[in-house]
T-cell receptor, first 113, second 114 residues
Framework: GNSVTQMEGPVTLSEEAFLTINCTYT??????LFWYVQYPGEGLQLLLK?????DKGSNKGFEATYRKETTSFHLEKGSVQVSDSAVYFC????????????FGTGTRLTIIP | NAGVMQNPRHLVRRRGQEARLRCSPM?????VYWYRQLPEEGLKFMVY????????ESGMPKERFSAEFPKEGPSILRIQQVVRGDSAAYFC????????????FGEGSRLTVL
């Protein structure tokens, strides 16, 4: 079956630091890959996605590249802000007839001024 | 343009009682998904519904849990005879039906079983 493994948290960084949150996956076929973000007290929001190998998703300064050879989709940001503090979830979907997502366990990120 | 609306946001039940969680999808969305988030864990898929039909319930516990999405009104996730292990955040998500690659999530309903 499908599975997603992401970096254990929590992660604490200083403002303007470089961020990497690792995500690897196991899936049959060719899944689409997603990063969702959950701000305190809110539901999940789509941050970025990539639908095929070598695609790069980007949004709000965050990037992730779909690497089929390493089955990875690591999230990066060059300079984090306090407002980026949230829980980040990596997810995949095989998009076969529906959009059922398989999520990783989430990584809590805290940015300190 | 209202997003996915879930209520109640917080629900407290004693063991053995029933819990009903409601979800109104975004306007124009006819597909609803329910997920459960246990403390310090990721979201786990429970059930996928379209209007009046359950499409995929592979993540639903075999007993005590049921879901519906009637022709009129919100989708409802029902948990009968709740136990402490049912304490979790329950998230609803909707999509327009096309395989768009994006689910729109509600803010969740947090169930606490005493």
């Amino acid at each position: 079956g499908n599975s997603v493994t992401q970096m254990e948290g929590p992660v604490t960084l200083s403002e303007e630091a470089f961020l990497t949150i690792n995500c690897t996956y196991t899936a049959t076929g060719y899944p689409s890959l997603f990063w969702y973000v959950q701000y305190p007290g809110e539901g999940l929001q789509l941050l970025l996605k990539a639908t095929k190998a070598d695609d790069k998703g980007s949004n709000k300064g965050f990037e992730a590249t779909y690497r089929k050879e390493t089955t990875s989709f690591h999230l990066e940001k060059g300079s984090v802000q306090v407002s980026d503090s949230a829980v980040y979830f990596c997810a995949l979907s095989d998009l076969v007839g529906n959009e059922k997502l398989t999520f990783g366990t989430g990584t809590r990120l805290t940015i300190i001024p | 343009n209202a997003g996915v609306m879930q209520n109640p946001r917080h629900l407290v039940r004693r063991r053995g009682q029933e819990a009903r969680l409601r979800c109104s999808p975004m306007k124009g969305h006819s597909h609803v998904y329910w997920y459960r988030q246990l403390p310090e864990e990721g979201l786990k898929f429970m059930v996928y519904l379209q209007k009046e039909n359950i499409i995929d319930e592979s993540g639903m516990p075999k007993e005590r849990f049921s879901a519906e999405f009637p022709k009129e009104g919100p989708s409802i996730l029902r948990i009968q005879q709740v136990v402490r292990g049912d304490s979790a955040a329950y998230f609803c998500a909707s999509s327009p039906g096309a395989v768009s690659g994006e689910l729109f999530f509600g803010e969740g309903s947090r169930l606490t079983v005493l």
